[in-house]
């Protein structure tokens, strides 16, 4: 893997950009959030990576979207949605991405530095506070408008249509029964914050606590048992208080109505309100009564069977929530070992860069992607587009690598993927990973006789595994579509092969800042349609 992969350690500035199309279709907007996360392409000498799902770690974030500049053209060529690696010395970066939902539009969550990741800016549907003491000025004044889950809905809604035939509610998802009797999926047990990030691991007390005061308990949505964390600080860790306080505002403005999540964003008395102030005020025992007053007061609505309720009622996660999960995997899978994808074959087509979450969103919108139809992957390193488009869109969604490293740290996203999920209590697409060269894994040539949207990140690949690539899409239905960064129509017209060209239709597109890991630039992709 090149340094292609590896991401800036500065933040990139966004900006907003109109995108105006020369088609008659609805505006895409970009999601701040940003997280983009290596995947490598399978071949037999030359992976590429997808950058995919967003990690909490650290994110560049991104509010510009793709902009809408397309040039139909009958030559081929594929928007590579994959990752391209850079060769540089820093480490890789991800970004969050944002995913489109019917219920509520997220941004990006705030996050925090971490080893090989850019941290990403809030959501500007995310409450802000002042970072005075008292914090009711300043911060405060817009405060209420951006708790209000009526507006964020209703943005949603007109950005992206409804799949009413997506099911949202986690087959097992915790519906208020014995409390004692815990079942648990084998082998899908969470990763806690607090085995990645604890006084074990360096880090120090935060908030004013002692040593023995720092573990706490976070209630989810979905499972009756909480997550362990230990509210601490340090360097490239998990940031235990945002993480917290992220928590409590997603599940109340996601999986509660107005009035059933009255008491927790309250701008004057909610819980939510009460944490970010004790933590302004670097009031531990504060910010820990809070925590159990949310942990309670979230058990009862799910014994009432309120999320459940409410669940069976939604058909769309929103982007914001996509983002924070995938985050919440990443930092607890691939960030702890993230050196492991800086080793690479230099000069060779194994190189590793990453898509961020906007950049995938904005694509999976662009394609018609629904929960009803089939997305594969070609080079799909840690698995983070992957897992992206199970979970933002619920289709089935298949990976392919062939590095041993990526491929050890996509199965670990796997798990920690399933266990999450369920903690949330949303049930996410069927998610395949292959190991191997996908020109000669035999699921994978099968299921692209199937696929509706096929992702290569090719920036790296050479001409040779280009052309091995138009052979395989032959086999490709009618109207599939395939995204790529680099074209794989010749040039020259008159070249041997010209396959492409007579089976490609293409659109010539333009990403904006931000979008991709190697470079804070904008750039081209391509999004080609079967004939």
Known sequence: MSIFNQKSKFKIKTEIRTVRE???????????????????????????????AGSSLSRASSTSRLNGTKHTTSTSSSARASLTKVSTTSTARRVQSASPNPSISGDGRSSRKRRATKASSRSPISPHFSE??????????????????????KRVHDERPVDVNRKLRHPKIWKGEDADQVERIPGSGIIHAAKVASLEHKCKPALGLKNEEVAVRLQYPGVRYPE???????????????????????????YLTDEEGKSFLDHQTGILRKLVKSKNRSDGPGFKAALREYNDELLKLMRKGVIVR????????????????????????????????????????NVYGELNHPFISDILERTNLTSGKVFVDLGSGVGNVTLQAALEIGCESWGCEMMENACNLAEAQYDEF????????????????????????????????????????????????????????????????????????????????????????????TYPEGYVSWTGASGTYCISTRR
């Open 228 to 254: 362990r964390y230990e509210l601490v600080e340090g360097k490239d860790k998990i940031d235990a208080v945002k993480d917290i306080e992220k928590v409590v505002q997603l599940v109340a403005s996601t």
């Open 310 to 349: 409410n669940l069976d009622k939604m058909h769309g996660i929103p982007r914001e929530l996509v983002d924070f999960i995938l985050d919440q995997v990443y930092d607890r899978t691939v960030a702890p070992r993230v050196e492991l994808l800086a080793k690479y074959t230099n000069g060779s087509d």
């Open 132 to 153: 005075d003491s008292d914090s009711d000025s300043n911060g405060d004044e817009n405060w209420e408008d951006n708790l209000d889950a009526r507006k964020r809905r």
């Open 22 to 52: 020369t088609v008659e279709r609805p505006k895409l907007k970009a999601s701040t959030s940003s997280s983009s996360i290596p995947t490598t392409g399978s071949s037999q000498h030359s992976n590429v990576r997808t950058a995919g």
């Open 418 to 509: 399933l266990a999450r999920c369920r903690l949330w209590g949303v049930k996410p697409g069927k998610v395949r990973l292959e190991r191997g060269d996908f020109r000669k894994n035999e699921k994978i040539l099968e299921v692209l006789k199937r696929a509706d949207v096929v992702l290569v990140n090719n920036q790296a690949f050479t001409s040779q595994l280009n052309d091995n690539l138009v052979s395989m899409f032959l086999d490709l239905k009618i109207g599939c579509k395939i995204i790529s960064l680099k074209t794989f129509v010749h040039d020259n017209k008159n070249a041997e092969n010209d396959v492409a060209t007579s089976i490609l239709d293409v659109e010539h597109l």
